[in-house]
């Protein structure tokens, strides 16, 4: 049987992982261990839905739009391309800085290399433009995600480019790691947890190599 390769592209969930400032960290509580004696492990967890590799949901940037539980999973399983960029600090992505590259896939992923370190907060971090997510609409993307926390820039009210994924009923995946990362086509693996009228949820996000097909 041919054994499967998966590429893990989700940071380590723990008390160090950076969350927008503001938000609610992740913390761990322990209330039962074997080490106090106890007949097993038992813990609860308090975080932030924003946390390390998630996605958004309408209802985050919209007022009519769908939670968490109400997605389509196909959004965030199949066939992925990941596009590596290299952009100064705060920019967005523009179509012109892709304009030479085939979209090969129904999901892209960016590798900007722009919040490498996801313990530690930056605001310089590079996010997407309106433009470029009309431009991937038209190529049939169904799916845009970066290694960066949000599609718009960090201190943005606006959230054009939320707004714009929601116009053109796309989904989104923030916070990936793909510092270990070759561009190319995969599948993708990252699945939602059915968390009630939620506006995010944490993924765990993987990645298995494909072949580009033209």
Request: aromatic letters at 8%; charged letters at 20%.
């Amino acid at each position: 049987m041919e054994k499967t390769t998966f590429i893990d592209i989700t940071p380590t969930i723990n008390h160090q992982l950076a969350v927008f400032p503001g938000d609610v960290p992740f913390t761990r509580k322990v209330s039962l261990s074997f080490e106090k004696g106890d007949h097993l492990t038992l813990s609860s967890i308090n975080t932030t839905v924003h946390l390390g590799a998630h996605t958004d949901a309408p209802l985050h940037y919209h007022p009519q739009g769908e939670s968490i539980h109400q997605r389509a999973l196909s959004f965030y399983y199949g066939k992925c391309q990941v596009i590596e960029v290299h952009l100064k600090p705060n920019e967005r992505i523009y179509p012109h800085y892709i304009e030479e590259i085939d979209i090969l896939a129904p999901r892209v992923l960016f590798k900007t290399n722009s919040f490498c370190g996801p313990t530690k907060w930056r605001n310089d971090f590079n996010s997407l433009s309106p433009e470029l997510i009309d431009g991937l609409h038209q190529k049939n993307v169904i799916l845009i995600g970066l290694d960066t926390p949000s599609i718009d820039p960090a201190a943005d009210k606006e959230l054009l480019s939320h707004h714009m994924i929601y116009q053109k009923n796309m989904a989104i995946l923030e916070g990936i790691d793909l510092t270990h990362v070759d561009p190319g086509c995969f599948k993708l693996i990252a699945l939602p947890l059915k968390i009630e009228n939620a506006d995010a949820s944490p993924v765990r996000a993987v990645l298995i190599r494909e072949e580009c097909e033209n």
